[in-house]
């Protein structure tokens, strides 16, 4: 799978953006999605993740209510939706993908995932 993000941006804090992955391979419909992040100088860290058939999904703890992610299995697409964005949640954007092995699977660390997009810089401004 190859992973493109996009959607990326300069958005003032309170704002919202929705990024968007794009991924070529045939067997999107057989992956585990996941949203991670990472602030220079820091580790990347896990933001949020879907299931295969889109019926689970998972959140870091502080951003449950704020953040949305969804799947469009048609489309080949994961998106992430932020809300009520906040300065330090500046930071590059990452989508993975992880092979799903049974319905409802989720990842949260990023040693389940097989392939990464190159990542796409989003920054919230006073």
């Known amino acids: 799978e190859q992973l493109v993000e996009s959607g990326g941006g300069l958005v003032q804090a309170g704002g919202s953006l929705r990024l968007s992955c794009a991924a070529s391979?045939?067997?999107?419909?057989?992956?585990?999605m996941g949203w991670f992040r990472q602030t220079p100088g820091l580790e990347r860290k896990f933001v949020a993740t879907?299931?295969?058939?889109?019926?689970?999904?998972y959140y870091a703890d502080s951003l449950k209510g704020r953040f949305t992610i969804s799947r469009d299995n048609a489309k080949n697409t994961v998106y992430l939706q932020m809300n009520s964005l906040k300065l330090d949640e500046t930071a590059v954007y990452y989508c993975a993908a992880g092979r799903s092995y049974y319905e409802g699977s989720y990842f949260t660390t990023e040693s389940s995932y097989d392939y990464w997009g190159q990542g796409t810089q989003v920054t919230v401004s006073s």
């Open positions: 391979g045939r067997t999107f419909s057989s992956y585990v």
């Open positions: 879907i299931s295969a058939s889109g019926g689970t999904t």
